[in-house]
């Protein structure tokens, strides 16, 4: 297998933290995402939506979007389990995952992507009203997963998991479009800080 990552990028950050909580390491080559590689004929032969991360695999077949690589490495790997033991728990789960992904992290990067002069190129048009339009969608986001944290310490409930791996990127990537965690949050606050000391949360 041969992972294809990019350095501070939240999304290969996704499935490093996932490596990192599985303790395991695998092959990988670097797309430099400022150089605009992942728009090369090389890159895109294997992955036409030009982004990463994307798991190679032995069989030369090409896996993209985070949840599905760290879903495929969960089956190979399944200790310690990340994406739930049981029917409930693993709806439960990825109900919190879509629900971060689709309901923050895309607010986060549209923030980011539609105001950083950096991904002016990536971003095309870049409409800085839309950046606008996506803040307060950000703020509302992190009110529900406030609400959320209050009943159960982790986002899908007692313990860590995939959905924390999803919430942490994002909640990271915030920072880089300018946005912090409002101080009344106490909830989000207090998970941030857990799920940040974990040793995976440097990947
Ligand atoms: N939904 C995809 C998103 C992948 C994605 O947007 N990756 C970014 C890096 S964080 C990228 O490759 N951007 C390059 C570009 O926009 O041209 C996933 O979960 O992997």
């Known amino acids: ?21 599985k303790g395991i390491d695998i092959p990988r080559e670097m797309i430099d995402l400022g150089e605009l590689a992942q728009k090369s004929e090389e890159f895109t ?3 036409p939506f030009q982004r990463t991360p994307a798991l190679r695999l032995e069989n030369g077949k ?7 690589i760290c879903r495929y490495l969960e089956s190979l790997y399944p ?11 693993r709806a439960e789960i990825e109900m919190w995952d879509r629900r971060i992904e ?4 895309t607010f986060v990067a549209s923030v980011f992507r539609h105001t950083h ?4 190129a990536m971003e095309v048009p870049q409409i ?3 950046a606008d339009a996506n803040r307060p969608r950000v703020l509302k986001a992190l009110d529900l997963l406030n609400d959320a944290l209050k009943d159960h310490r982790f986002v899908a409930g007692p313990r860590f998991t995939i959905a924390d791996i ?6 990271d990537f915030m920072a880089r479009a300018r946005l912090a965690i409002p101080e009344h949050l106490s909830h989000v606050l207090r998970w941030h800080a857990e799920v940040s000391a974990r040793p995976g949360a440097v990947a």
Not at 62 to 68: G, I, K, Q, R, W
Not at 79 to 89: H, I, Q, R, S, T
Not at 166 to 171: D, G, K, Y
């Open 1 to 21: 297998m041969l992972l294809y990552d990019s350095p501070v990028a939240p999304n290969p950050r996704r499935v490093r933290i996932f490596l990192a909580e």
């Open 45 to 47: 032969a294997l992955n």
């Open 62 to 68: 090409v896996l993209t979007e985070s949840t599905a």
């Open 79 to 89: 200790a310690p389990n990340l994406f739930g033991n049981d029917p409930l728990e």
């Open 102 to 105: 689709l309901g923050l992290f």
């Open 117 to 120: 002069p950096k991904m002016a």
């Open 128 to 130: 800085a009203e839309w």
């Open 166 to 171: 999803t919430a942490l990127c994002a909640v």
